[in-house]
């Protein structure tokens, strides 16, 4: 479905692709695409992976004194706000 000018999306997209030049994108393309399917998979599932973990040390530091598992509920909590609100 195409998206309308005053799409939010597409507003969105506007602003973020003039933020910074990009030099490497070409080379990081060829690279993804000389990548097997399987190594992309992995590849995808190394960075969610790091992200994940990522989050989960920037949400410690800011919040030293949570014990383990309410570090983690808040984590489930945090990536539950933000699951699925692509719009």
Do not use: W
């Not at 695409?33 to 190594?39: E, L, N, Y």
């Amino acid at each position: 479905m195409p998206r309308l000018p005053g799409d939010r999306a597409s507003r969105y997209n506007a602003c973020m692709t003039s933020l910074k030049p990009q030099p490497n994108h070409a080379i990081y393309l060829r690279a993804l695409r000389a990548m097997s399917p399987q190594a992309r998979l992995r590849k995808a599932f190394e960075l969610s992976a790091f992200t994940r973990a990522l989050f989960c040390v920037g949400l410690a530091r800011r919040f030293p004194a949570l014990s383990r598992v309410e570090l983690d509920r808040l984590m489930r909590d945090r990536l539950e706000r933000c699951h699925n609100r692509n719009f």
